[in-house]
């Protein structure tokens, strides 16, 4: 009977060591994993307490390169806004996402997710930092774009549409001037139009649809001359 003790207190120690063999290997394949990310990654237990954190998330809020475990958040992040937003996060225990722009010119979109942690109390938190900076970018000049074109659009027409009303009420001997005025403006409407089309195919160019040409210079600057004076004649 001591023999079968003795062996089954031996197979279970094997048993709780071959187990935490591979809960070191599952962790370590974990950590391996999140270290590669290039996306900055912090995961916190639901005292606040860092359980483990990526190069990338160091660079963004600054840190030293020591060893971050087990400090608090406000140890490691010394941005009062970052530090704010993911103490809201781990008090709601839910799933979010959420901008950060931690200085001019850069933004994030903050995904942050409860996970459970070793310590079985409050659910913890992982935060991924997705940096978005050049989409905002291009959002911003697409806005800006659109506002540009509105107001160059509208002024031509704005023009047209007050020379054909004077047209009602003119002399006709005063009509020349309004017509040529209506013609002016869209003449000018039908060169921004071009000038629309040509921005798209030149996207378009760049996107991989690109066609080369030879082209004669010298003709080439004659005829753009050429047609620079007769628009400024007119």
Request: charged share 25%; hydrophobic share 40%; glycine share 6%.
């Amino acid at each position: 009977q001591e023999k079968e003790l003795r062996e089954a207190v031996n197979w279970t120690g094997r048993a709780v060591e071959e187990r935490i063999g591979a809960l070191e290997g599952e962790r370590a394949r974990l950590g391996a994993l999140l270290s590669s990310m290039s996306e900055p990654v912090v995961a916190l237990n639901g005292a606040g307490r860092v359980l483990f954190t990526n190069r990338p998330f160091v660079d963004l809020v600054g840190a030293s390169d020591s060893d971050h475990t087990e400090r608090f958040v406000w140890e490691v992040c010394r941005n009062e806004e970052l530090r704010l937003l993911l103490e809201r996060g781990l008090a709601s225990g839910a799933a979010a996402t959420t901008d950060w722009a931690p200085y001019s010119g850069r933004h994030y979109l903050v995904s942050l997710s409860p996970i459970a942690t070793p310590e079985n109390g409050a659910p913890g938190l992982v935060a991924t930092f997705a940096d978005v900076s050049e989409l905002k970018r291009v959002e911003k000049m697409k806005s800006d774009f659109v506002a540009n074109v509105s107001h160059e659009l509208r002024t031509p027409l704005q023009a047209i549409q007050g020379a054909l009303e004077a047209l009602e009420h003119v002399e006709p001997s005063e009509a020349a001037r309004f017509v040529a005025m209506a013609r002016r403006h869209s003449d000018r409407l039908g060169s921004l139009t071009r000038d629309l089309l040509s921005l798209h195919r030149i996207e378009r160019i760049g996107s991989g649809a690109a066609r080369t040409a030879e082209l004669k210079l010298h003709d080439f600057l004659e005829e753009t001359c050429a047609l620079s004076t007769v628009l400024a004649e007119r």
